[in-house]
């Protein structure tokens, strides 16, 4: 959900210049990013509401009731109905083809503004829009390794449940898996190394809290962090 935050106020920002701050504000900011967090909770907590396989598990043993005993696996505990036509059908799949056609008018409007002829009275779109093109290749590569990273898993959940026969080899499902949890540890790498603003504040950090620098050195660092701030907001 926040990566349609993040594409939605690459589009804003590019359609309302010279009032994006007026539009996005910080308060709307948070309601936005509060919002995400609390619908992703809610979508996450569904087994818990009772679409799980308890039912079937009691079934198969023959216990309409009271505790059962069984193998605590993904697949065993976690209905594969919930996974591919709740979560993957509604809220991947939908999500990430409406990206892909925001991305797609992102980058057609940033193209045109950088073909305007720059006239005596207009701003350079050069220097505005170019930054911008910047930021949504960035944007972009991260949606990219989202698919790549959690496609591979969504697809053997799709063939565990429309292929009951069908042999997934272990290792596939390994690697699957441990794709989509290292999505999670691509993303600061990838802001790191392609925004300017997210790479100085992310050194700051480092050399703060894990090199345990102090006086100048950390001065210089916090120097640098609020000059790049200064120039994003400029």
Not at 44 to 59: C, D, L, T, Y
Request: aromatic share 12%; net charge positive.
């Amino acid at each position: 959900m926040h990566r349609i935050c993040n594409v939605l106020k690459m589009q804003s920002r590019i359609m309302t210049e010279g009032c994006y701050r007026s539009v996005v504000t910080a308060r709307r900011a948070a309601m936005a990013i509060t919002g995400c967090w609390v619908l992703s909770f809610i979508i996450g907590m569904v087994p818990m509401f009772g679409w799980n396989n308890i039912n079937n598990a009691r079934e198969s043993h023959n216990i309409s009731n009271g505790e059962i005993i069984i193998t605590c696996q993904f697949e065993t505990v976690i209905s594969m109905e919930y996974m591919v036509y709740f979560n993957f059908f509604v809220w991947v799949l939908p999500p990430l083809f409406l990206m892909l056609i925001v991305y797609l008018e992102v980058f057609n409007l940033i193209q045109k503004q950088l073909s305007k002829k720059v006239s005596s009275t207009s701003k350079d779109p050069q220097k505005y829009y170019g930054k911008e093109l910047k930021i949504a290749k960035s944007l972009a590569l991260i949606l990219l390794l989202f698919a790549l990273s959690w496609l591979p898993l969504h697809t053997l959940n799709c063939i565990t449940l429309f292929c009951r026969t069908c042999e997934k080899p272990m290792i596939i499902t390994y690697i699957a898996i441990f794709l989509s949890h290292g999505n999670s540890a691509m993303n600061p790498i990838v802001y790191a190394f392609r925004i300017e603003k997210f790479q100085t504040t992310f050194l700051y950090i480092w050399k703060k809290y894990f090199c345990c620098k102090t006086g100048r050195a950390l001065e210089r660092a916090s120097t640098i962090v609020i000059e790049t701030a200064s120039k994003n907001i400029l």
